[in-house]
């Protein structure tokens, strides 16, 4: 069944234009409350954070109109990490977790990411049944007087998720001595984050908390570290951590001012936890679009890597299936399913100091812990119909396919937010990686 709403993480798009407006909002709360509302005579609840852009003030309302009206009780949590959204739905005993963000994107999108009562993503399955109840009339089963949903605040929703954070690093150790920069993209975690670094002990210096409803992610955050950078070198810190707007995903800079990027991550928390015994699997769960160094890093230490379709919801439902404890993507999501149910950049920031605890080294001497294979990916914007069914690409595809058989592989993949064919290729042999990404994209190109 095609999607109409939902694309790989809820549902996303420029704010006040479909699907992003406060009609759809609200048809969603409606359609997501009548699915998890049951004939039991207790009470339905929902829960609902927020990233700090100014569309918030928009869309949180039309969903808080949605549910009351079909009778669930509301619980605003205002800004809030996007795992810490996921872990308060099952503190509070929820029916279901929203959060409103668009990640990574500037303060002109918005999106809504529908979590379930265990806190784990919605399946594919469960968003498509919402889906068909979204478009149907708006007076179709709704609440009578008496029943309608009531809303309220939690004000201390902050300090616990921060106590949750503290929870994940070892208690036996301290950040003392740390000098930590944290850029939280004036986004969700602008106050969460600085917090529980200082309450560990760190000397914290914080970047990109002053959100004003159109700064989110602006030059600053895991997708612009230029600014983290800096801010490493002028505070001599020993370490930088950049998240994004909703701070489920965190790119590290090393004291010198190299960036980190997730599958370098996944390898150091792996290889620290395999030694540990911490690890429930002989493995790690990621994306098509990791590396093959890291899978190589792996195999080395007796390791396997198991890949899925893009999206953490997809490296999520892997690890539950398989009973895996550690995955996720290239981008900074890590899951950590000791401790969270989703990808949590502060988190996997928090699993990286350990290893500098432990270790008592520089950053830069643990942390890349292989050489990766060249890898390029190119971002293909298009107009109309899907340029992946047009002929020429296809064929494109398989000569491409074809000529990384032996030293590489080659991954193409739709956005499931925006208008975008992506290329990427790896192989040992950067020439031929670069000259098949360049005429797959502009096949790709010339058919959109």
């Not at 004000?155 to 036996?172: H, N």
């Not at 810190?237 to 790119?251: P, S, T």
Request: aromatic fraction near 6%; charge should be negative.
């Amino acid at each position: 069944m095609a999607r109409k709403y939902f694309g790989t993480d809820g549902i996303r798009g420029t704010a006040n234009t479909p699907p992003m407006t406060p009609e759809i909002a609200m048809r969603l709360g409606m359609a997501a409350g009548k699915y998890f509302r049951t004939t039991s005579p207790r009470r339905h609840s929902v829960v609902i954070g927020k990233d700090t852009r100014l569309s918030g003030y928009m869309i949180e309302p039309a969903l808080v109109a949605g549910f009351t009206s079909v009778g669930m009780d509301v619980t605003l949590f205002g800004p809030l990490p996007t795992p810490g959204v996921a872990m308060m739905t099952r503190s509070l005993r929820a029916d279901l977790g929203v959060m409103i963000s668009a990640s990574h994107n500037n303060f002109r999108d918005n999106g809504i990411k529908l979590f379930g009562p265990d806190g784990y993503k919605l399946s594919d399955q469960i968003e498509l049944d919402i889906e068909s109840r979204m478009d149907r009339a708006l007076d179709d089963k709704l609440a009578a007087p008496e029943d309608l949903g009531r809303t309220k605040r939690v004000d201390d929703a902050q300090a616990r998720y921060v106590e949750i954070v503290k929870a994940s690093f070892p208690r036996r150790m301290r950040l003392s001595g740390l000098r930590i920069c944290i850029d939280c993209a004036n986004g969700a975690a602008y106050k969460v984050a600085p917090a529980a670094l200082y309450e560990l002990g760190a000397e914290v210096y914080p970047v990109g908390v002053t959100p004003n409803g159109f700064n989110i992610n602006e030059e600053v955050g895991s997708t612009d570290t230029r600014a983290l950078k800096e801010a490493v070198k002028t505070h001599r810190a020993d370490i930088g951590i950049a998240l994004d707007g909703d701070a489920d995903r965190c790119i590290i800079i090393d004291e010198k001012g190299n960036e980190i990027d997730g599958d370098q991550l996944i390898g150091l928390i792996a290889g620290h936890w395999h030694t540990a015994g911490l690890l429930t699997q002989a493995g790690v769960v990621t994306t098509v679009m990791s590396n093959l160094g890291l899978e190589n890093h792996l195999k080395d230490l007796g390791l396997t890597l198991e890949r899925t379709k893009v999206g953490d919801r997809y490296v999520v439902a892997r690890m539950r299936e398989g009973g895996f404890n550690l995955g996720g993507e290239q981008s900074g999501h890590i899951v950590m399913s000791d401790y969270s149910t989703t990808g949590d950049g502060l988190m996997a920031a928090l699993q990286v100091l350990a290893v500098m605890v432990e270790i008592e080294k520089p950053l830069s001497e643990i942390a890349y812990v292989f050489d990766p294979v060249p890898q390029k990916l190119v971002n293909v914007r298009y107009k109309g119909k899907d340029p992946l069914d047009a002929d020429a690409v296809k064929a494109a595809i398989a000569d491409a396919e074809k000529r990384l058989a032996a030293t590489g592989r080659l991954v193409i993949r739709k956005s499931g937010t925006e208008p975008l064919i992506r290329v990427m290729a790896e192989a040992t042999d950067g020439d031929l990686m670069d000259t098949v990404v360049e005429e797959v994209a502009e096949a790709v190109r010339k058919a959109g």
